[in-house]
């Protein structure tokens, strides 16, 4: 089955106008609030990347620096300060007064000079991890960072729940390795599909770099993990060794190839020791209950994907979607010929501490051939009761999926711009779409930053979006997932009644008297009236509901009930 059959003949993401700020929009559940250029060097033509969050503010990556956006009103985004320091991916993070971005290319310098580091040695050269002070948001202060051996691709911040002195970072560099005269220590070694077993190359494993909180400037590498490596053999590159020049299903060569000598990404679940790691060839689950030393404890590959991206947890920790970056995020790869487990995403159940494949997911509608589409980077929903993902598509727009039940996931809402160009491919698109504290946000590669807002919908309503915005964040990671709670609350407990309603398994008196009572009890909640009076109606729309007592409508609503006890 193609990637169209599961779409409508009149999805209006079909035919979109081309343009680049006046291309045709097509949304369904979601509005675009406002959408705001880049300006000066972070105009259209430099490249966006990742976000990260902090208190009322947004950080926008770039390849050539990072842009601070004061979203506290998500549909009127303020640029608020721009700070140019070119050197690639500028993939960022934020931890408290520290931010940190990642940095690959050989023209990045220690001095975020924009004149380069000729040579292949050059004692200013600077690839590894930048690390700010954002205490004075408006004038952030650059300190030492770290330099590492294939500088830094992608990042992610590792809080110990048992350290509160340090944050750790994992480091993933995709690149080429250093020359040791520039960096010592670093060893470049061929890929090979033979076991690699002496020596100490700098591929076929990652670093862990200790951030002490009171001293961040003397930041360093602390381990380099080799979580590929064979336990029977002892072979460093003991994954998937695919060479350049072998066949993808789609019967082109592999593009990237799905070699596993470093991870892309990692994501980070420290509240309950878990990491999953997209690496390359593979998908991986790691122990991380000591982060300085993760541990591999499973390792699923699949010859439909061509690059393992990016990894996102549910909430309770028990599912696992993995992103196929097929086409590396610059070739058009969503088009109606492509196969639904191509450049998609794998969903995986967490079972006993293993990896158990559960289905794939692909944006259901099909792009152009002037459109670079594949998955990429999302974040959860905090909708109670559902795993819900807002996921970027690059110039396939965002979808939004419900994955509850990972055998069978569901788009239920998506945004899609036409192509930037109509007659050929020009990068652009969504590189990540997160939400946070109440909205999507989503960094365009080229057309810059935008805000968006939920809309009601069949398949959402009005309450599970008011619940998904009363958690709200100080700061937040998309690659460092920590627990979503829902505090009791009225819509909380409608959202349960919703869901019920969507389900078939309330409806009819039954929930127009759930409805009645709740109505009553947030009516007396607003008054003069005891907590009593108000429990007394939500344990009547709980009995009423004829729900059983572990059911999310009667736990919700005696969860609320409890808070006027």
Not at 124 to 151: A, H, M
Not at 227 to 243: E, R, V
Not at 416 to 428: A, H, K, Q, T, Y
Not at 545 to 564: E, H, K, R, W, Y
Request: charged letters at 15%; a negative charge; hydrophobic letters at 35%.
């Amino acid at each position: 089955m193609t990637a169209t059959a599961a779409v409508a003949d009149d999805d209006p993401r079909v035919d979109l106008p081309a343009g680049l700020f006046d291309a045709g929009l097509a949304t369904s559940g979601i509005d675009l609030l406002s959408s705001s250029p880049g300006t000066g060097p972070f105009a259209s033509g430099s490249i966006n990347s990742d976000l990260a969050f902090t208190g009322d503010h947004a950080i926008v990556g770039s390849y050539n620096g990072f842009q601070v956006y004061d979203v506290s009103e998500p549909a009127a985004p303020v640029l608020q300060k721009s700070f140019l320091c070119p050197g690639g991916q500028g993939d960022v993070s934020v931890y408290g007064d520290l931010l940190f971005m990642s940095v690959e290319q050989t023209l990045g310098r220690i001095d975020c000079g924009t004149q380069g580091a000729a040579g292949s040695v050059n004692p200013e050269r600077f690839r590894g991890v930048r690390i700010f002070d954002i205490s004075d948001i408006d004038n952030p202060v650059q300190l030492p960072g770290v330099q590492t051996c294939r500088g830094s691709h992608t990042h992610t911040v590792v809080a110990d729940p048992d350290d509160a002195e340090n944050v750790y970072i994992y480091n993933s560099g995709t690149s080429g390795v250093r020359s040791p005269l520039e960096l010592p220590g670093c060893q470049n070694a061929t890929l090979t599909a033979d076991p690699v077993t002496t020596g100490d190359p700098t591929q076929w494993r990652i670093d862990v770099i200790k951030v002490p909180l009171d001293a961040p400037e003397t930041a360093a590498v602390v381990s380099q993990p080799r979580i590929f490596t064979n336990p029977d053999t002892g072979a460093y590159n003991g994954l998937q060794n695919t060479l350049g020049g072998q066949m993808h299903p789609s019967g082109t060569v592999y593009s990237p190839t799905p070699n596993t000598n470093t991870c892309h990404d990692i994501t980070a679940y420290p509240e309950i020791g878990l990491a999953a790691g997209a690496c390359q060839g593979n998908g991986i689950l790691l122990d991380i209950s000591d982060p300085v030393n993760p541990v591999r404890i499973d390792a699923v590959a699949d010859p439909n994907f061509s690059y393992w991206h990016s990894a996102t947890f549910n909430n309770d920790g028990t599912k696992v979607i993995f992103t196929d970056e097929w086409g590396g995020g610059s070739g058009a790869r969503c088009r109606a010929t492509d196969q639904p487990e191509w450049g998609a995403n794998a969903l995986f159940d967490i079972v006993d501490g293993k990896l158990e494949f559960a289905s794939y997911y692909k944006l259901p509608v099909p792009q152009t051939v002037q459109e670079n589409c594949v998955a990429h980077n999302g974040s959860l929903i905090p909708v109670p009761g559902r795993d819900i993902m807002v996921q970027a598509w690059y110039q396939g727009g965002l979808s939004i999926i419900d994955f509850t039940d990972t055998a069978n996931p569901t788009e239920i809402a998506y945004l899609d711009r036409g192509p930037i160009n109509g007659s050929s491919l020009v990068l652009g698109g969504y590189w990540s779409t997160y939400w946070y504290n109440g909205n999507v946000l989503g960094s365009e590669i080229a057309r810059g930053f935008d805000t968006m807002a939920l809309t009601a919908s069949d398949m959402m309503s009005e309450n599970e979006i008011a619940a998904a915005g009363e958690v709200q964040l100080g700061e937040f990671n998309a690659q460092a997932q920590t627990a979503i709670v829902h505090e009791p609350s009225f819509a909380v407990a409608r959202s349960y009644v919703d869901q019920a309603e969507r389900a078939g398994t309330l409806s009819g008196a039954a929930l127009a008297e759930v409805r009645k009572h709740i109505d009553k009890a947030e009516k007396l909640a607003d008054g003069p009236a005891a907590g009593r009076a108000v429990a007394a109606q939500l344990d009547n729309a709980a009995r009423k509901s004829g729900a059983p007592a572990d059911s999310n409508v009667v736990q919700g609503l005696t969860a609320l009930a409890a808070t006027f006890g």
